[in-house]
T-cell receptor
Framework: GENVEQHPSTLSVQEGDSAVIKCTYS??????FPWYKQELGKRPQLIID?????GEKKDQRIAVTLNKTAKHFSLHITETQPEDSAVYFC????????????FGGGTRVLVKP | DGGITQSPKYLFRKEGQNVTLSCEQN?????MYWYRQDPGQGLRLIYY???????QKGDIAEGYSVSREKKESFPLTVTSAQKNPTAFYLC?????????????FGEGSRLTVL
């Protein structure tokens, strides 16, 4: 089955700096890669996703890049703000397996004012 | 107000007891999922169901059971066979395999075994 590794497990950045979280996956059949944000005490919510036919996707201050050859994908947050402090999870799935997502271990991001 | 509702939010159980966590959705989603969240281990899939009256084991199904008798409901039973049941349990739903794949999560149920 799929295995997703996520690094780092914790990340502390100064407000205004960039944050980068990296994930690798094992199953070359995976073709959908979402990122979820979980604020303290709240449910995970999708913030951005990318499909295997695209190399990069941006949405305001967040972007995701995908390297299918190397089987890794990354989340980039620019101009970080205190409200970006949360746990971020990457995930991968093979659509043929019915949206069964395999998640990484999570990255706790702390943005210091 | 559409959404996915889990109950109870907090639950305490004595060792040897079974406990059932409720998950209800009014989003008309076909697929439903149960994940377990432990610190530093992300979300691990317990069971999932893509249609009524059908479900499949996830990566950590041992000691758990589910049913899917109605489209809106996907209860999870944590049995006494689950060796380490203390955890945060998240239920999720998605429109189905032909959709974007986004999961909509409930607010979770925290189970503590005393």
């Amino acid at each position: 089955g799929e295995n997703v590794e996520q690094h780092p497990s914790t990340l502390s950045v100064q407000e205004g700096d960039s944050a980068v979280i990296k994930c690798t996956y094992s199953d070359s059949a995976s073709n959908y890669f979402p990122w979820y944000k979980q604020e303290l005490g709240k449910r995970p919510q999708l913030i951005i996703d990318i499909r295997s036919n695209v190399g990069e996707k941006k949405d305001q201050r967040i972007a995701v890049t995908l390297n299918k050859t190397a089987k890794h994908f990354s989340l980039h947050i620019t101009e970080t703000q205190p409200e970006d402090s949360a746990v971020y999870f990457c995930a991968a799935s093979d659509r043929a397996a019915g949206n069964k997502l395999t998640f990484g271990g999570g990255t706790r991001v702390l943005v210091k004012p | 107000d559409g959404g996915i509702t889990q109950s109870p939010k907090y639950l305490f159980r004595k060792e040897g007891q079974n406990v059932t966590l409720s998950c209800e959705q009014n989003l008309n989603h076909d697929a439903m999922y149960w994940y377990r969240q432990d610190p530093g281990q992300g979300l691990r899939l317990i069971y999932y169901s893509q249609i009524v009256n059908d479900f499949q084991k996830g990566d950590i199904a041992e000691g758990y059971s589910v049913s899917r008798e109605k489209k809106e409901s996907f209860p999870l039973t944590v049995t006494s066979a689950q060796k380490n049941p203390t955890a945060f349990y998240l239920c999720a739903s998605s429109p189905g395999t032909s959709n974007t794949g986004e999961l909509f999560f409930g607010e979770g149920s925290r189970l503590t075994v005393l």
